[in-house]
């Protein structure tokens, strides 16, 4: 008589909910980012802010931005993500309120740069999660929801403030929308452990988060991470990509609104389509690599094939500046910001592919700090195009072009994104 055949062990599916606490983070991260953006035409009509004092306050932003991203980066690996995220929230949280009782430029780039020390900590922190919960297989498509919720943010920032600038003021509305972060970290410590100490985890989702071979955690000098290519080849993908993120998320309010003519609430519908193709972006980008990977192509192959792809349908926007039908603009534009979200998913989650989970905060906290500062000179160079000569079209081509030159940054350092050794 034969034995009984062994059941496999059922996969549970509680790692998905610690992708939604992170896909709501992100989302109220992006919320209170992109505030500014939303009410740039209305704070600058009150307080007669030129192009250059606007890019100046992008500016500071994006530079505590630069700083907090690779302290953050070290203090994760250091204290974890559960620590480290709540740390983060709770400095932009402080921050994002304070907006609402200040007066005057300097006192908006003080509090935009607490916020950008705060936001900072949310990718470090969140990509350290996603290494903690996910399989290497499913990383890509984890990151790639969670960095979803940027969108979700985008989509909800130009429909809710605007009702609260309107009905209530902007100082209130920055008061307001700060309590969500309130309200997540309370659900994130209540609910975020690792995965082998989680009551809720069984111990087949433990086996299939834990089916890479073994990755002992142990500290890496920053001497070492320094020195290896591969953290240039990821940061210097970040400091091509990211401005052209920034330049979306802060000046496509007033873009919108100087080329169609549109308001505080006019811009709203458009400014939602954009952000939902980039939804959609985000999420492509990640399964398409993941089912490439699947199919038998390499990491290497997967993940540097769909950037490809994704860089090639930028493109177009070389045009937008030129084009007379709002929703024509908008698609190509969307088209643009979906292209850019699949993208970085996919560059987001090269640190985890090819090093050891105790120098993956670190790396990400080097490649944030290097697309802050492309962002910083992404935000002059904006201040300085549009008071000079009032045109997009000069920023548009840099943003058509800087996805290619990203991908080659990345395969020159990484031809073959092989594990690193440190």
């Excluded at 390499?298 to 084009?323: D, E, G, H, W, Y």
Aim: hydrophobic share 55%; with cysteine.
């Amino acid at each position: 008589m034969q034995p009984p055949a062994l059941q496999p062990p059922v996969v549970g599916r509680y790692r998905w909910v610690i992708v939604g606490l992170l896909f709501a983070a992100t989302a109220i991260n992006y919320v209170d980012r992109q505030m500014i953006g939303v009410l740039k035409p209305t704070l600058a009509q009150e307080m007669a802010w030129s192009e250059t004092d606007y890019a100046n306050i992008v500016f500071w932003f994006q530079a505590a931005y630069a700083i907090g991203y690779l302290g953050f980066g070290r203090i994760v690996d250091m204290i974890g993500a559960r620590l480290g995220y709540a740390a983060a929230v709770v400095v932009w949280t402080i921050a994002h309120m304070a907006h609402g009782g200040v007066h005057g430029v300097t006192q908006f780039a003080l509090a935009r740069f607490g916020l950008g020390i705060g936001e900072s900590g949310n990718f470090p922190a969140g990509i350290k999660a996603v290494t903690e919960w996910f399989p290497q297989k499913e990383r890509a498509f984890a990151i790639g929801l969670f960095n979803a919720g940027a969108n979700v943010g985008a989509i909800v920032t130009p429909l809710l403030v605007p009702w609260l600038t309107v009905a209530y003021g902007w100082r209130v509305a920055f008061y307001a929308t700060g309590i969500f972060g309130i309200l997540w970290l309370f659900a994130w410590l209540a609910v975020y452990r690792r995965p082998e100490e989680h009551p809720k985890v069984t111990a087949g989702e433990l086996a299939y988060i834990q089916q890479d071979p073994a990755d002992p955690v142990h500290k890496i000098g920053w001497t070492r991470i320094i020195s290896v290519r591969e953290t240039w080849a990821y940061a210097l993908g970040k400091f091509f990509i990211d401005p052209i993120w920034w330049f979306f998320l802060f000046w496509l309010p007033g873009y919108l609104g100087t080329r169609y003519g549109l308001d505080l609430i006019s811009f709203g519908p458009p400014l939602v389509a954009i952000y939902l193709l980039s939804d959609g972006g985000s999420i492509f980008g990640g399964w398409l690599s993941g089912r490439l990977m699947k199919a038998g192509k390499s990491v290497n192959a997967a993940r540097k094939l769909t950037m490809l792809i994704c860089a090639c349908a930028v493109l177009p926007i070389f045009f937008a500046q030129s084009i007379d039908n709002l929703w024509l603009a908008v698609l190509v534009i969307g088209i643009a910001t979906a292209a850019h979200q699949a993208f970085s998913a996919n560059l987001y989650t090269l640190p985890s592919d090819i090093f050891p989970r105790g120098a993956v905060g670190s790396v990400v906290g080097i490649g944030g700090t290097m697309g802050a500062i492309g962002g910083m000179v992404m935000a002059k160079y904006a201040g300085y195009v549009l008071d000079s000569i009032g045109s997009y079209t000069p920023l548009f081509a840099v943003a058509g072009s800087a996805y290619f030159i990203a991908l080659l940054a990345v395969h020159l350092l990484s031809p073959r994104l092989e594990r690193v050794q440190v």
